[in-house]
């Protein structure tokens, strides 16, 4: 079946350092592909996304590319501030039987010291 | 900006209670669906919910589980008989139609089986 694995965490960066969240999944045909964020006492908000393959995320200095042959969606962003500390999710949206379900994976808590 | 909103934000039951999680979709969405998330576990899909009755379903989703939109606004969760692996956060989501790729979370339900 789908599945989701991404970089187990807790990672803990300084601010204005580089970061990236491993994410690779396993899907038959072309999922579409999510990074979700999670703010302390706050719900999943989508942060970006991509439906095909090259395509890349973007948003808030976020990016990620879309790797079929690596199967991967990896997150990153050049300098990261304090306000990005939150827990961050990979998901995938599968493109074949009408399934409308994410399937996530186990999130990344990011912690950015100042 | 509209967003999805459940109520209660914590939930505390004891063990073999019926309880009902309560969300409100975003008005004019079409689609609708409930996510769990075990502490430190991943985010998991249950049901999915369209034109009134359900699309999809996990095998999390035994008959102890029902959905219900018993008005135009509200999407309910009952869990007829609550057990201890019940403790989760629970999300709902919406989705404006087919092949709208986003999916909008609320900020979730606690819910802790005693």
């Known amino acids: 079946g789908n599945s989701v694995t991404q970089m187990e965490g807790p990672v803990t960066l300084s601010e204005e350092a580089f970061l990236t969240i491993n994410c690779t999944y396993t899907?038959?045909?072309?999922?579409?592909l999510f990074w979700y964020v999670q703010y302390p006492g706050e719900g999943l908000q989508l942060l970006l996304k991509?439906?095909?393959?090259?395509d890349k995320g973007s948003n808030k200095g976020f990016e990620a590319t879309y790797r079929k042959e690596t199967t991967s969606f990896h997150l990153e962003k050049g300098s990261v501030q304090v306000s990005d500390s939150a827990v961050y999710f990979c998901?995938?949206?599968?493109?074949?039987?009408?399934?409308?379900?994410?399937?996530f994976g186990k999130g990344t808590k990011l912690t950015v010291n100042p | 900006e509209p967003e999805v909103t459940q109520t209660p934000s914590h939930q505390v039951t004891q063990m073999g209670q019926e309880v009902i999680l309560r969300c409100v979709p975003i008005?004019?969405?079409?689609?609708f669906y409930w996510y769990r998330q075990i502490l430190g576990q991943k985010v998991e899909f249950l049901v999915s919910?369209?034109?009134?009755?359900?699309?999809?379903k996990s095998e999390i989703f035994d008959d102890q589980f029902s959905v219900e939109r018993p008005d135009g606004s509200n999407f309910t969760l009952k869990i007829r008989s609550t057990k201890l692996e019940d403790s989760a956060m629970y999300f709902c989501?919406?989705?404006?139609?087919?092949?709208?790729?986003?999916?909008?979370f609320g900020p979730g339900t606690r819910l802790t089986v005693l």
């Open positions: 989501a919406s989705n404006p139609g087919q092949g709208y790729n986003e999916q909008f």
């Open positions: 998901a995938l949206r599968s493109a074949q039987g009408g399934s409308e379900k994410l399937v």
């Open positions: 991509a439906t095909k393959a090259d």
């Open positions: 919910f369209y034109n009134n009755e359900i699309s999809e």
């Open positions: 008005s004019n969405h079409l689609y």
């Open positions: 899907a038959t045909g072309y999922p579409s």
